[in-house]
């Protein structure tokens, strides 16, 4: 079996922005997908997902590639015949293959590509009554949004519709972390998004210890008392990973994202 080098996509489904994209339906058998050199495409999944690259194509150079979210970003540097890749569907554990070629001239075949599933009809059939608009659902957007942003290569980094950038007076945030390990961990603030009346900053820990730690999201608040569902304070709290590796060691940073209905600096008031 050929080495694979897996890329893991951390967060949930993304809404699609920007060029039109072709979609194509998985439906167990490999979807062919041109890439053109020297030309980056995009491909999109129903998701979160891991996606297995051959490994010489990135040891040797002839592809870049780079994960955002639900989105691989492929740039081929030179031609190669079709390889297989291979995709696991977070949500779901489905898994789908690709096989990626890549052509000097590749014509009109650099349009996003979608990857749908084929499903039964039944399982399309619309309820009756759609059922009602969950409330957190605007905090696990902004959530999405700022990871996107946060993971998005810099020049495909751009706010979505109705998103502003809000500035923020601090820079560490240690003292929200109420927990006895605070002192091993560094929280820093990255930076600020709202929209619809809520606000996303976004904090990075480090760990400073030579051993692991483990984030309890739990403790993450700008007051002394908990509150049921999320950190005192906070609306909602998103994280892709909690453990940290042991100071500069690969893996001893994690990014998390605090949603708030005032703006940070107003909410951490407390913890200083």
């Known amino acids: 079996m050929k080495r694979l080098v897996w890329g893991a996509c951390l967060l949930g489904l993304l809404a699609a922005a920007g060029a039109r994209a072709e979609t194509v339906e998985w439906s167990r058998t490999p979807i062919p997908v041109i890439l053109g050199v020297g030309v980056e495409r995009q491909v999109r999944f129903e998701g979160p997902a891991t996606v297995g690259v051959p490994a010489e194509l990135l040891e040797t150079g002839a592809l ?25 569907l977070e949500r779901t554990g489905e898994f789908v293959l690709l096989d990626v070629a890549a052509v000097a001239d590749a014509g009109g075949a650099t349009e996003p590509l979608e990857v749908r599933i084929a499903r039964p009809e039944s399982d399309a059939i619309a309820p009756t009554h759609a059922p009602a608009a969950d409330p957190r659902d605007g905090a696990v957007a902004l959530i999405r ?104 060691a690969p893996g001893f940073t994690a990014r998390l994202y605090v949603v708030s209905r005032e703006p940070f600096d107003r909410v951490a008031e407390a913890a200083w």
């Open 64 to 88: 870049r590639a780079e994960f955002a979210n639900d989105t691989a970003y492929w740039l081929a540097t030179e031609p190669f015949a079709a390889r297989r890749f291979r995709v696991r």
């Open 145 to 248: 949004d700022a990871a996107r942003l946060d993971l998005a290569p810099p020049r495909l980094a751009a706010l979505p519709a109705g998103t502003v950038a809000v500035e923020t007076a601090r820079t560490d945030a240690g003292a929200l972390y109420r927990h006895p390990d605070r002192a091993r961990m560094r929280l820093t603030v990255i930076g600020q998004l709202s929209r619809g009346g809520l606000f996303v900053t976004t904090l990075e820990a480090a760990n400073r210890s030579p051993e692991p730690v483990t984030i309890d999201v739990r403790r993450l608040r700008p007051g002394p008392a908990a509150r049921g569902g999320a950190a005192g304070g906070f609306a909602a709290v998103g994280w892709p990973r909690a453990r940290l590796a042991p100071a500069g």
